[in-house]
């Protein structure tokens, strides 16, 4: 493990901050507090302003190639970015997807011709991309979904429903995955496409969150015709570009914001518990080591990502620790907080309860941060098969045609 930057990180890291600097204002070094996930017509719109910003500058799209705006950079330049960025109070990033994970996918699977129309509209903010691939009935096990796409002359016609698509309802365009031939086995009968939004029998429904926002969205696809040349990849290929798209998803997921032990220390200070200072209780104190050694742990399964990054390796399955530990962990200080604050955790007025409500809003986020991106159950499972060597889960399915398994089974 090695904790510097090379030379040549190290020069990147100093042109990043004189861009931040020069762009953005730095985060107070007590800043503490809520901050909205809630993406309203301003908050889209100053995304898109520093998306823009930052793309002319040469500071999103990092490891994009030139020719479709980026700056033939490396992973670990992106990281560092995102590491300083994080430093700054920038606004709600809502281009993950598409910069992280579209376009990224485009550039594997997609003719030069799909790349240049695309990409460069995502870089600068001005396309938004969403991820059509969770069904009712196929989440975790992806490959179990029920979208048909049926080819009529040179288009495809597609029926079927899309859910928890996050930013659905302001996405211009959608990587869409469909069934096109149920006769083959589950991972082999897929093919992948560009939706536009836009598109007469797109009906794109908001879902109200737990948190009271409606950052996703059921979408329904009612005889919707995509054009051929808006596939991307061969026919029955679906599988295999949707596995490019969840690879780059592992970089973009990330471990869950919000309170940390520092701060759950820092409020424990001033709170009381029984009577006394709620820091005074061993149980107390214990809870809040227990959080600050999983940090650490953290910190260096992230630096050991990051060696490997930057000794041109990539990251392992190992990322999906980072992701597993640090929800579970943030819904726990959470709760804790909640609790410590009594009655006045039942207060979720920002400006009324302390800190904004900070712990409030990180107990109702939590819970969707453990299943975006993987459950716990499956990063679990990806992490005892592909980090522990341990046997794969038992898959009855395997080999057999799509229309043979039981609907009950599928
Ligand atoms: C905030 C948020 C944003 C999202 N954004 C998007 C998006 O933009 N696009 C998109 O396509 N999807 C999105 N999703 C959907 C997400 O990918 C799925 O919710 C997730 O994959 C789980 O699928 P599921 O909800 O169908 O649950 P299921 O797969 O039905 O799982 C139900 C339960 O069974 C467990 N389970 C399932 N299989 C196994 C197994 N083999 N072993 C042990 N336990 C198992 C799960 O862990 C879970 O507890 C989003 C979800 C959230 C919460």
């Known amino acids: 493990m090695d904790f510097s930057d090379t030379a040549e990180e190290a020069a990147f890291r100093a ?5 931040l600097d020069a762009n953005a204002a730095r985060k107070a070094a007590s800043a503490r507090g809520y901050r909205s996930r809630a993406l309203d017509a301003q908050a889209i719109g100053e995304s898109r ?37 994080a430093r700054y109070d920038v606004p709600v990033n809502i281009f993950n997807q598409s910069v992280g ?14 790349a240049g129309r695309f990409a460069r509209p ?45 930013n659905a309802h302001f996405a211009q365009f959608g990587m869409l995955v469909a ?34 926002t409606s950052n996703f969205c059921e979408v329904f696809l009612s005889d919707v015709r995509i054009p051929d040349h808006h596939r991307l990849g061969a026919i029955g290929q679906g599988w295999a570009v949707a596995l490019t798209m969840l690879a780059n998803e592992r970089f973009v997921v990330g471990e869950a914001e919000g309170p940390g032990a520092e701060d759950i220390l820092a409020f424990a200070e001033s709170a ?32 050991r990502s990051q060696t490997a990054l930057s000794r041109g390796g990539v990251p392992g399955p190992e990322a999906s620790i980072a992701k597993l530990v640090s929800a579970t962990k943030l819904q726990q200080i959470a709760m804790f907080g909640v609790d410590l604050l009594g009655q006045g955790g039942a207060v979720m007025e920002p400006g009324t309860a302390p800190l904004n409500a900070w712990f409030q809003e990180a107990v109702l986020y939590a819970p969707g941060k ?27 399915d395997k080999g057999i045609a799509f229309n043979e398994i039981p609907t009950s089974a599928r």
């Open 15 to 19: 042109e990043a901050r004189a861009f």
């Open 370 to 396: 453990r299943i975006a991106g993987g459950t716990d159950e499956i990063l679990r499972n990806i992490i005892a098969e592909r980090v522990l060597g341990m046997p794969p889960d038992p898959r009855a």
């Open 179 to 212: 069934r096109t031939d149920p006769s083959l086995p589950k991972h082999q009968g897929m093919t992948f496409f560009i939706l536009d939004m836009r598109s007469p029998g797109v009906e794109v429904r908001q879902i109200r969150q737990i948190s009271g």
């Open 101 to 114: 994970m579209a376009m990224p996918t485009m550039m594997t699977w997609g003719t030069a011709e799909q």
């Open 49 to 85: 302003l520093w998306q823009a910003r930052k793309a002319a500058c040469g500071f999103t799209g990092i490891h994009w190639p030139r020719r479709y705006g980026g700056r033939d950079g490396t992973q670990m330049q992106a990281i560092i970015f995102a590491q300083e960025e």
């Open 272 to 303: 009381t518990l029984d009577g006394q200072p709620a820091l005074q209780d061993a149980s107390v104190r214990e809870k809040i080591a227990d959080w600050y050694v999983q940090e650490q742990g953290l910190k260096y399964t992230r630096l």
């Open 122 to 166: 995502a870089l600068f903010g001005e396309e938004l991309w969403c991820q059509l691939f969770s069904e009712p009935g196929a989440g975790s096990d992806l490959a179990g979904l029920r979208t048909r796409a049926a080819r009529d002359g040179d288009d495809w016609v597609v029926n079927g429903q899309k859910v928890w698509t996050s």
